[in-house]
Structures are given as C-alpha cells and as structure tokens.
C-alpha cells in the first residue's frame, strides 16, 4: 500500500467521524430515520406477511387418546394420595411455649 491511499483512508475516515458531530439535528434525524425504516421492517414481516399467508390445514383429524388420558389421570391421583399423606401430618410447633 503506498502512503496516498492511507492517507485517503485517514482523510475519509476523519470527514466521517467529524460530520457527525459538526451536524448533530441531521445525525439524529439520520438514525431516527433508520430505527424507523428498522421497525417497519420488522411490522411488515410479523404482522402484515402473518396475516397475509394462509394457515396450512392438515388432513388428519386430531384423536383424544383415552389409554393415555386414563394413565396420565392414574399417575396424578396416586400423587395427590402421596401429598395428601404428607399434609395430614401433625408436626410439633417449635416456637409455642411448653406447659
């Protein structure tokens, strides 16, 4: 690399960094404008395309599984047996005062 391209690179980088801060209003009307090109990117593709797509329908019905329901319902009745069990327990209080 020879030294007028570095040098070229120093000069464009300093108009760069220094526009900036010589026009602070058009800086942030420059991002304000960004955020806001940002965001309606963001509505466009998760609401309106979203709504605009249609919902694939599949052709299987869904099925209730009463084997499974009936096991599932099993379990939770032998482990409300098991916590009932425990709540039934009288433990002693160790803040009351003996008589």
Request: proline share 4%; hydrophobic share 45%.
């Amino acid at each position: 690399m020879n030294k007028e391209f570095i040098l070229k690179l120093k000069n464009i980088g300093s108009v760069l960094l220094n526009s900036p801060a010589r026009n602070p209003i058009f800086s942030v009307a420059f991002l304000f404008l960004i955020v806001l090109a940002l965001g309606a990117l963001i509505f466009y593709r998760y609401d309106i395309l979203v709504k605009a797509s249609q919902p694939k329908i599949t052709a299987e019905a869904v099925q209730f599984e009463e084997e499974l329901y009936r096991q599932i319902l099993k379990e939770w009745q032998t482990r409300d047996e098991r916590s009932g069990a425990v709540d039934s327990l009288k433990y002693i209080d160790p803040f009351q005062e003996k008589r």
